[in-house]
């Protein structure tokens, strides 16, 4: 399996930089077109729409997918699924409670739906990006955050979504924005990708300025890879969509345009890399380490009680934590959120990877 790190992280700290350097950021051409074109709101807070679940490699279990250059027909009409986008605010515009599109090249969606847009529609991708964002937000808050727990990224997250030629992601905390650009597949196809810069967006709201030191990026690209793992399996289920690609499989789709292995994975969650001899330097591929303890946390104690305990420990970090004080925090939040038993599952997960 090649791994490619190319997903924000570093990556995105640079652009981060470079669009700083040029002083003030645009914003965005369709903040206000979006709001003020003159178009009725509809009132109508949700609206009918197709989307992939989470991807159409993972549900179609055909690896020989692939991109064809954005085409329709490069994908079967049985790997979109009909969905119901919540939260809307009633505008007509993919602009709601946990989630606002604006689109920086394409057409903005507007209507009463349904949203039965393909692929090879600029219009798919918003509706995707929607979809997962506030899907992830009512992820969080099913599991108590913002009600038992400390809120999580509760509030309305910004997407960019832009049709030009970039094959990059990223997250800009200080403007609390997720980016999706293009190239190979699309990124905000694969509702994995979604989920992942979303991911940053959650370590960014428990830490401000989360990830200064390495080991502390590759945990915030593990739980960015885990997350959408965790969520994207929890609404498949929902949904009644099949899981027929590996399970510690992300970014199947995103992936075609770059792996000739299969199954395709931009990562895995399930890997054994271990702790320090597996260390490469680099963030995406020493999060793994991260994220196959995190991927047993949850096989050992169940999606909830795991995801719990994983995000709750998260506002315990320091932004520049080392993995072992991450671990040791983790471990401690078991300890206060379940006792002694879970404490000691989340320990021998750490435990087997080496961090402990
Ligand atoms: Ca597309
Ligand atoms: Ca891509
Ligand atoms: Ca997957
Ligand atoms: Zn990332």
């Not at 979109?80 to 515009?93: H, K, Q």
């Not at 604006?102 to 393909?118: D, K, L």
């Not at 949850?298 to 934590?321: E, V, Y």
Request: proline fraction near 5%.
């Amino acid at each position: 399996m090649s791994i490619q790190p190319r997903r924000e992280g570093l990556l995105a700290l640079m652009t981060v930089t470079l669009l700083s350097a040029c002083g003030q950021p645009q914003p965005g051409p369709s903040v206000t077109a979006q709001g003020g074109a003159g178009k009725p709101p509809t009132g109508q807070s949700t609206a009918a729409a197709r989307v992939f679940m989470p991807n159409p490699l993972q549900t179609t279990g055909d690896q020989t997918l692939s991109d064809q250059k954005d085409s329709a027909t490069a994908v079967p009409a049985s790997a979109y699924y009909p969905v119901t986008l919540t939260n809307l605010d009633g505008s007509g515009y993919l602009r709601g409670d946990w989630a606002q599109v604006i689109t920086e090249t394409g057409t903005p969606v507007y209507g009463s739906g349904p949203f039965h847009f393909t692929r090879d529609q600029d219009e798919f991708e918003q509706v995707m990006a929607y979809y997962w964002v506030t899907e992830g937000q009512k992820y969080l808050q099913s599991l108590g955050f913002g009600s038992e727990l400390g809120a999580v990224n509760r509030q309305q997250q910004l997407i960019k979504v832009s049709q030009q030629g970039i094959d990059n992601s990223y997250m800009w905390d200080k403007h609390n924005w997720l980016r999706f650009g293009k190239g190979g597949v699309d990124d905000a196809e694969d509702g994995e990708v979604i989920l992942h810069e979303y991911g940053h967006a959650i370590h960014a709201s428990q830490v401000p300025g989360f990830g200064t030191s390495v080991e502390a990026g590759a945990i915030g690209e593990a739980f960015g890879d885990y997350f959408a793992m965790t969520v994207g399996y929890a609404v498949s289920q929902r949904e009644g969509a099949p899981m027929n690609a590996p399970l510690g499989c992300i970014m199947d789709w995103d992936a075609t345009s770059y792996t000739t292995a299969t199954p395709h994975c931009l990562r895995r969650v399930d890997t054994d890399r271990h702790y320090p001899e597996d260390l490469t330097g680099h963030i995406h591929t020493d999060g793994m380490i991260w994220s196959r303890a995190l991927f047993d946390i949850w096989t050992a104690l169940g999606a909830r009680t795991a995801d719990r305990i994983i995000i709750n420990a998260q506002f315990r970090f320091t932004p520049d934590t080392t993995f072992a004080a991450a671990a040791q925090a983790t471990v401690a939040t078991a300890q206060d959120m379940y006792g002694r038993a879970a404490a000691g599952t989340v320990r021998r997960a750490f435990k087997a990877r080496g961090i402990l």
